[in-house]
């Protein structure tokens, strides 16, 4: 297991990024601009992009480019749209996306994070005050089943959830919908009792599995362990939506 103190991957004024999206429709409210981080420490079995786990791979941005970017993009953005940032897993690089952030909201920039809840320390809870918007991605509700799908215990993801609903700011829930892994009703329901009554939950967005990324772990040499597993039937997406709507008010498959 990597260790999150020596998970330095940037200098104090770039982000190590991925890659970038304009126009981004699917990764927060409206219009965004999508900026993929570098460097994961979740190895989700179904993860569609493993050339993102990488500490020291991508490239370095500076963050004066990054923001240039998305001040000439603002005028896209309507009243709902801003800058997203996902992964890779963002927070690793929690203190020069804190500086980040604050610069997009000086330019009347609305901000998301798209998060697998990894880390929560003082370096994070200050990134999160500048979030405007927190997608966060809940794998499982069941630790063991949790850490058969990714690896790493999912107590800092719930945590994570619980120090956003303390802060009263907004927050989605994802949850992929993996057949045989993550679509047991037992545990849709569990996950719902969890964040029922939690007031920063605007929306619960129904990720079903897919096998887009599967070319990846091919090219990489990685052994895919779901290599016959299809995406979930129509039938079992509204299962997880009746169950989850049970629960919440706005659930969406995405």
């Not at 179904?46 to 050339?51: K, L, R, S």
Request: proline share 5%; with cysteine; hydrophobic share 35%.
């Amino acid at each position: 297991m990597i260790e999150e103190n020596n998970a330095v991957l940037h200098d104090a004024d770039s982000l190590r990024i991925h890659s970038i999206e304009s126009f981004g429709t699917h990764d927060g409210p409206g219009i965004r601009l999508v900026i993929f981080t570098q460097g994961c420490q979740f190895r989700c079995l179904y993860c569609a992009n493993p050339d993102t786990w990488e500490l020291k791979g991508g490239k370095l941005v500076p963050l004066k480019e990054l923001l240039r970017m998305a001040v000439d993009q603002k005028p896209f953005f309507g009243r709902r749209g801003g800058v997203t940032v996902s992964g890779g897993e963002p927070s690793l690089q929690r203190v020069v996306l804190r500086k980040f952030f604050e610069m997009l909201h000086a330019e009347g920039i609305n901000t998301a994070l798209d998060s697998n809840g990894r880390l929560l320390n003082d370096e994070v809870k200050a990134m999160h005050n500048e979030v405007d918007y927190l997608l966060l991605d809940v794998k499982h509700i069941n630790d063991d089943w949790h850490k058969r799908l990714t690896g790493v215990s999912n107590k800092s993801v719930l945590e994570v959830a619980d120090y956003r609903e303390s802060i009263g700011k907004t927050m989605w829930l994802r949850y992929v919908l993996v057949p045989g892994w993550s679509d047991q009703p037992e545990y849709l329901h569990e996950l719902g009792q969890r964040f029922t009554d939690f007031k920063s939950i605007e929306k619960v967005e129904i990720l079903p599995y897919h096998r887009l990324g599967v070319h990846k772990w091919k090219s990489m040499n990685i052994p895919y362990e779901l290599e016959d597993l299809q995406p979930p039937t129509p039938e079992k997406v509204e299962e997880a939506v009746n169950i989850f709507r049970q629960y919440f008010g706005n659930v969406t498959v995405t």
